[in-house]
């Protein structure tokens, strides 16, 4: 049928209608195009201009200069030294097995490492570069860069490691680093990139740890060109990284190494500190450790032979180590007494060899006792019923005031590892950690340094020096950082009765000079350097009722770790105060007789700076000092010799 004029007219406006929207449609689709095109070529040009650079350069971390260490007269406890290793990124290296056969036929491979190697390819992502051999030779590196097209994903490096050439001296202060481990990135919430650069070293206790962030510095990049198989062409730009501080110790090497050989193979501790500064000149803790051993990982055989020793080498027993302080504590006893107005200098206090309390015998170390005994007397001799007394005229509360007073139950802030706080217990202390009252007993065992009170050696350093000038001394062990010297903390004066601290020295002064001193066979008898002191001897067992009937058994017949702790503290010279000095030897036995002798040595040496003369010692001791002077040169000499040839 044909259709109308009408009908015609009405079809092509229709027509006409789908064509303007198609076309309009069409017309919007392209501009869009246009507009996006536009878009990407002229404002996103730089953006992707960068990704593809990124096609072809790589941006490579390497890692800055550690700060080293040095003692306080500039000799280096800790530096770097060259290092050379190679490495492997998987995902350049393609096959990664075939690669190492190849490698494995120009050097050789340990197959220890190339076991852990494995295993942290397989942990890690491909981009992730592993350490496939560590310390090698610069031929091994030659020969490596040489076949270097036939070896992909392979690159030679040359790095910094650790080096300790004081060894054991300072291993306790200074620490040593390690590889990054899982566990130290564990406790880290946003690593830093460096410590996921193969085998990275970081702090793992000590200065080293303690002082991380600025010893470690900041890394530096640069952007190398790499060809279609990811093999590096050129260098494109370099930025520099930023080393760490370099870090100066209050310690002098040459004391420590001295202590450290005279403490030899005793199980012991010893704290040197200025009384004027606060500077620790000395921390020794026998016997140490390599920590050159560390550095790379230590091997299983030699990390059991250092945690199976009973005499705990990896242990700092100067700041960590804790111990009832004995005797050395009962200046902190009468000085509580005298502040409170309990005793006066001239009073006596009768000593038959025990007191008896609350049903209970407390004993003197001196079975016959010592008869009337006064304040000089007391610490003369180390009476225990004298200040069995004044502790139950002073009560504990007002001892252990004065024991934070002078330095005891404080953690000090030091950048060491495990630093303890010591106890310098109360009534409530009790109660909290116990849930037991105290009673009167428990103040009788602290007037004497047992019982609940325990203190470091470095603890007990400080409160001897802070007794000595009256002054509130503070440990310091960092002197300078990057030259520039660290400030010290303004000596403010105890709040003490000056005369009462005078008489307190004074007895200590007769500790070692009066011949009924318990010290006088370790007096200094040259002029201007007199030293005043006091011994300790700190009970670890139970002696019982029925042994002290047949007879106290004697240290020397007794097991090793049953024998009591030897402590000994003082201060140098006496008028005026230059050094304080805190010894304690793990069941030593008599604090007479194994620490007295070793701080008498110790002070010498730093009074003097260096070897002191025969005549500084009593005529009796000569002979055997002049041996072990002699000894310890010898020793000296040979440890020397030692590090020369691993060097």
Known sequence: MKRSAREDAASTRRLTRRALLIGGAQVAFGGM???????????????????????????????????????????????????????????????????????????DLDPEDLAKARKEIAQNAPFRPVTLADRVSWEAISRVAVNAPALPGITPEVGLS?????????????????????????????????????????????????????????????????NSAGREMRELNRREGQPGANLQLTIDHRLQNYVQARLGRESAAAVIIDCDSGDILCAASAPSFDPNLFVRGISVRDYRELT????????????????????????????????????????????????????????????AGHGQVDLMASLRESCDVYYYELALRVGIEKISAMAEKLGLGQRYDLPMSAIARGRAPTKDWKKQNFDQDWVVGDTVNASIGQGFVLASPLQLAVMTARMASGNHVAPRLIKSVDGVEQPIEAATPLDINPNHLRMVRRAMYSVTNHRKGTAYKSRIIADAMHMAGKTGTSQVRNITAEERRRGVTRNEDLPWERRDHALFVNFAPYNNPKYAVAVVVEHGGGGSTAAAPIARDITLQALYDGEPPLEAYPKAARSKVKAQQERLRRERRDFLNRESDRA
């Open 33 to 107: 195009l246009a507009l996006r095109m536009r878009y990407m070529q002229v404002d996103q040009a730089d953006e992707f201009r960068l990704l593809a650079e990124e096609n072809r350069v790589k941006v490579r971390l390497f890692p800055p200069a550690r700060g080293a260490l040095f003692d306080r007269n500039g000799a280096v406890i800790a530096k770097n030294e060259p290092s050379y290793r190679i490495i492997i990124t998987p995902e350049d290296a393609g096959d990664v097995e075939m690669v190492i056969r190849r490698l494995s036929h120009l050097i």
């Open 308 to 367: 199976e020793n009973k005499y705990r080498p990896l242990a700092n027993k100067a700041v960590q180590g804790l111990y009832p302080p004995g005797s050395t504590f009962k200046m902190v006893t009468v000085l509580a007494a005298l502040e409170a107005g309990e005793v006066t200098p001239e009073e006596t206090v009768y000593c038959p060899g025990h007191m008896e309390v609350a049903n209970r015998r407390f004993h003197c170390w001196k079975r």
């Open 162 to 226: 650790r080096q300790y050439p004081l060894g054991p001296d300072l291993a306790h202060v200074a620490g040593y680093v390690g590889p990054v481990s899982d566990y130290d990135l564990s406790k880290i919430d946003a690593p830093d990139q460096l410590l996921l650069i193969p085998r990275f070293q970081i702090g793992k206790v000590g200065v080293e740890a303690k002082l991380e962030d600025d010893l470690r510095g900041k890394a530096g990049n640069k952007q190398v060109e790499v």
